[in-house]
T-cell receptor
Framework: DVKVTQSSRYLVKRTGEKVFLECVQDMDHENMFWYRQDPGLGLRLIYFSYDVKMKEKGDIPEGYSVSREKKERFSLILESASTNQTSMYLC????????????FGPGTRLTVL | AQKVTQAQTEISVVEKEDVTLDCVYETRDTTYYLFWYKQPPSGELVFLIRRNSFDEQNEISGRYSWNFQKSTSSFNFTITASQVVDSAVYFCALSEASWSGGSNYKLTFGKGTLLTVNP
């Protein structure tokens, strides 16, 4: 069974902390994505990666960075967490360059106090 | 820029009712793809369907059906004889096929429709 896993389902951090959200996929997919989901706003793309060490900004990259050192792992980094980054974070992966479906992880609900 | 509008924020029905979730999209491309995803209370988005812009045939899968109409830029989703397990947030999404500086088939999501099916 194909899977996208995220390191935590729930996370509570303090303002100013550096936060790492980890995502791992076992499908050998080239593309990986980080979204945040907020009530009334749907899913918004933060960053994506179409290959190891490659990254592209999405629609709302401010305050975030990413790392993709291995094909199966895509990390989202909050350099200095702020309360407005309290959200649900969803990771996804996709095979190839075509408009194939994205497979999603279960999400990490991050609360920044 | 591409845009997806799901005008219905919340819908509540009684079990066995039919329900249609609306999706209207905007794109300048002639080649594009439309998707529906389901997000149950567990949180994980589940892929339901993909349709490309050249295939306007309606699709039926069990109790689910999709109506794609390019003339009205709509891709509506109908659940027939709804069940409590259909309760979820449903997202419509659009992906343009053009390559643009690394923008490789990004998905643009609508804001979602929360469907509640009551017993």
């Amino acid at each position: 069974d194909v899977k996208v896993t995220q390191s935590s389902r729930y996370l509570v951090k303090r303002t100013g902390e550096k936060v790492f959200l980890e995502c791992v996929q076992d499908m050998d997919h080239e593309n990986m994505f980080w979204y945040r989901q907020d009530p009334g706003l749907g899913l918004r793309l933060i960053y994506f990666s179409y290959d190891v060490k490659m990254k592209e900004k999405g629609d709302i990259p401010e305050g975030y960075s990413v790392s993709r050192e291995k094909k199966e792992r895509f990390s989202l980094i909050l350099e200095s967490a702020s309360t407005n980054q309290t959200s649900m974070y969803l990771c996804a992966s996709k095979k190839g360059q075509g408009a194939n479906e994205q497979f999603f992880g279960p999400g990490t609900r991050l609360t920044v106090l | 820029a591409q845009k997806v509008t799901q005008a219905q924020t919340e819908i509540s029905v009684v079990e066995k009712e039919d329900v249609t979730l609306d999706c209207v999209y905007e794109t300048r491309d002639t080649t594009y793809y439309l998707f529906w995803y389901k997000q149950p209370p567990s949180g994980e988005l589940v892929f339901l369907i993909r349709r490309n812009s050249f295939d306007e045939q309606n699709e039926i899968s069990g109790r689910y059906s999709w109506n794609f109409q390019k003339s009205t830029s709509s891709f509506n989703f109908t659940i027939t004889a709804s069940q409590v397990v259909d309760s979820a947030v449903y997202f419509c999404a659009l992906s343009e096929a053009s390559w643009s500086g690394g923008s490789n088939y990004k998905l643009t999501f609508g804001k979602g429709t929360l469907l509640t099916v009551n017993p």
